[in-house]
């Protein structure tokens, strides 16, 4: 029997696999900077104090700013009603069983909303610190939140996400010496995967902290928008 | 685990990838991931085999080529790669580095047809 060889042929394609999904955050992006919407996709294990925190800064940015909130979340409304005490526009993206959001479902939820009358936009991912680490939301900043109580070696157990994050709060800091914080070790740990990271401590039992976190993100709004005048 | 919808954006991409290519058959997905990316290996090749029944890969094999870390060194001024992904410091002289060269892909690189085309070689892809 003759052996029919078949000629193999391998073309090279050299393709991101989430193209489809980056093509459309650049797009979200750009459309944020047009209208002048300031996107900050907060990532956290579930428990991390992300809808606390989200809370205080909707309510204390809202006082100056058109503030909004995606929330999204695994089946429950209860994180929706509670940020909508807060006054803001607040959409919940159910996820079903995805565990993290996608552009696609952020600009799906965008839909009705007058983004010329929103300066920030936070996007508050669904708890889990390795899925959401993969899609770009068309975000300007990428924020990981950690808990005191997490553990110093909690950022090295999830390199990913932390080094594709821009900054890092530390969330519960008035819990931190009753829960045997290790400040130096925490940092360390946050520097060894994501060199020269900003971090911020935080809590809002106490306020402790929150000023100036929120005064970094007027300041990356700021950034932000000369950087947009110069297009 | 988000492998699944991974494996779905793969498939999907290759599809189109061959259809534009004129690749018949892919019998062969060429894949590189890097230890950054996020993805876990085995759930994607898991996924992947659930995802790929019914449609036109069907029967394909997946191939991966994990992709360490590389950094820039600012000292050394050299790139290196990382025997893992962490700590970020140059292996050599031990400073921080943020600067990732590599490491965070997650890219459809390659796929091989069992056919041959009408008349035509290797050629490159459509940009
Ligand atoms: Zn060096």
Redesign the interface.
């Given at each position: 029997m003759q052996e029919v060889t078949?000629?193999?042929?391998?073309?090279?394609?050299?393709?991101?696999?989430?193209?489809?999904?980056d093509v459309l955050a650049r797009e979200l992006r750009k459309g944020f900077q047009e209208a002048g919407v300031y996107v900050i996709n907060l990532v956290s294990s579930p428990g991390a104090g992300k809808t606390t925190l989200l809370t205080e800064m909707l309510t204390r940015l809202g006082e100056r700013y058109g503030v909004a909130a995606l929330v999204g979340d695994l089946a429950t409304e209860n994180d929706a009603e509670r940020l909508r005490l807060s006054g803001a526009q607040v959409r919940q993206i159910t996820t079903g069983t995805?565990?993290?959001l996608?552009a696609e479902m952020v600009k799906r939820n965008l839909e009705g909303w007058d983004l010329e009358a929103i300066d920030f936009l936070f996007i508050e991912n669904v708890g889990n610190l390795?899925?959401p680490?993969?899609?770009d939301l068309g975000e300007n900043q990428r924020v990981v939140l950690f808990s005191v109580t997490e553990g110093e070696d909690k950022p090295?157990k999830y390199?990913?996400?932390v080094?594709?994050a821009d900054t890092a709060v530390i969330t519960k800091i008035d819990l931190a010496e009753a829960v045997g914080f290790q400040r130096e070790c925490f940092y360390e740990a946050l520097?060894?995967?994501?060199?020269?990271i900003p971090i911020f401590e935080v809590s809002v039992r106490t306020g402790e902290g929150i000023e100036e976190w929120i005064a970094h993100l007027e300041a990356g709004k700021a950034a932000f928008e000369k950087a947009a005048g110069c297009l | 685990m988000h492998e699944l919808s991974i494996a779905h954006s793969l498939v999907e991409l290759a599809i189109e990838a061959a259809e534009k290519t004129g690749t018949k058959r892919v019998k062969t997905l060429y894949l590189k991931l890097g230890v950054l990316s996020g993805v876990v290996k085995e759930a994607l090749e898991f996924s992947f085999d659930v995802v790929v029944q019914g449609t036109p890969l069907e029967g394909a094999r997946l191939v991966i080529e994990d992709i360490p870390v590389k950094v820039f060194c600012p000292d050394c001024k050299q790139a290196h790669i990382l025997p893992e992904p962490f700590p970020m410091r140059c292996p050599v002289c031990k400073r921080r580095t943020g600067q990732v060269l590599e490491g965070r892909e997650m890219e459809l690189y390659a796929l091989e047809g069992g056919e041959e085309d009408a008349g035509s070689d290797v050629k490159p892809p459509d940009r």
């Amino acid at each position: 029997m003759q052996e029919v060889t078949l000629n193999p042929r391998i073309v090279e394609i050299r393709q991101n696999i989430l193209k489809k999904n980056d093509v459309l955050a650049r797009e979200l992006r750009k459309g944020f900077q047009e209208a002048g919407v300031y996107v900050i996709n907060l990532v956290s294990s579930p428990g991390a104090g992300k809808t606390t925190l989200l809370t205080e800064m909707l309510t204390r940015l809202g006082e100056r700013y058109g503030v909004a909130a995606l929330v999204g979340d695994l089946a429950t409304e209860n994180d929706a009603e509670r940020l909508r005490l807060s006054g803001a526009q607040v959409r919940q993206i159910t996820t079903g069983t995805v565990c993290h959001l996608d552009a696609e479902m952020v600009k799906r939820n965008l839909e009705g909303w007058d983004l010329e009358a929103i300066d920030f936009l936070f996007i508050e991912n669904v708890g889990n610190l390795v899925c959401p680490a993969s899609y770009d939301l068309g975000e300007n900043q990428r924020v990981v939140l950690f808990s005191v109580t997490e553990g110093e070696d909690k950022p090295v157990k999830y390199p990913t996400i932390v080094n594709s994050a821009d900054t890092a709060v530390i969330t519960k800091i008035d819990l931190a010496e009753a829960v045997g914080f290790q400040r130096e070790c925490f940092y360390e740990a946050l520097n060894e995967v994501r060199p020269g990271i900003p971090i911020f401590e935080v809590s809002v039992r106490t306020g402790e902290g929150i000023e100036e976190w929120i005064a970094h993100l007027e300041a990356g709004k700021a950034a932000f928008e000369k950087a947009a005048g110069c297009l | 685990m988000h492998e699944l919808s991974i494996a779905h954006s793969l498939v999907e991409l290759a599809i189109e990838a061959a259809e534009k290519t004129g690749t018949k058959r892919v019998k062969t997905l060429y894949l590189k991931l890097g230890v950054l990316s996020g993805v876990v290996k085995e759930a994607l090749e898991f996924s992947f085999d659930v995802v790929v029944q019914g449609t036109p890969l069907e029967g394909a094999r997946l191939v991966i080529e994990d992709i360490p870390v590389k950094v820039f060194c600012p000292d050394c001024k050299q790139a290196h790669i990382l025997p893992e992904p962490f700590p970020m410091r140059c292996p050599v002289c031990k400073r921080r580095t943020g600067q990732v060269l590599e490491g965070r892909e997650m890219e459809l690189y390659a796929l091989e047809g069992g056919e041959e085309d009408a008349g035509s070689d290797v050629k490159p892809p459509d940009r």
